[in-house]
Nanobody, 123 residues
Framework: QVQLVESGGGLVQAGGSLRLSCAASGRTFSSYDMSWFRQAPGKDREFVATISGSGSLTYYADSVKGRFTVSRDNAKKTVYLQMNSLKPADTAVYYC????????????????WGQGTQVTVSS
């Protein structure tokens, strides 16, 4: 069982940066591949970024590639999402998710979800 708690969201101006954190419970954090998803008002939840359990593999949605960086610290049981050059279109609730089924970009592959953290980017 894994519990996930996101933090770091807030209000930022366009062009600014935020770093989201997702703290996990459980003793086998490194065995889970982790991802970030987001859901904007009135839209479906969408994939943002993923990182393998070891941290050696990452993958990004085209919309954030080159601006966002996903990383993890297995000793701290935490995954991060560094978001730079933020745009109003990045406004959403950001969720972290964990899967034991391998790196994936589809929501159905994820066993565990956090409660989400709001990111608002003003123009």
């Amino acid at each position: 069982q894994v519990q996930l708690v996101e933090s770091g969201g807030g209000l930022v101006q366009a062009g600014g940066s935020l770093r989201l954190s997702c703290a996990a419970s459980g003793r086998t954090f490194s065995s889970y591949d982790m991802s970030w998803f987001r859901q904007a008002p009135g839209k479906d939840r969408e994939f943002v970024a993923t990182i393998s359990g070891s941290g050696s593999l990452t993958y990004y949605a085209d919309s954030v590639k080159g601006r966002f960086t996903v990383s993890r610290d297995n000793a701290k049981k935490t995954v991060y999402l560094q978001m730079n050059s933020l745009k109003p279109a990045d406004t959403a609730v950001y969720y972290c998710a964990a899967t034991s089924f391998g790196v994936a970009t589809t929501q159905l592959s994820y066993n565990y979800w956090g409660q989400g953290t709001q990111v608002t980017v003003s123009s």
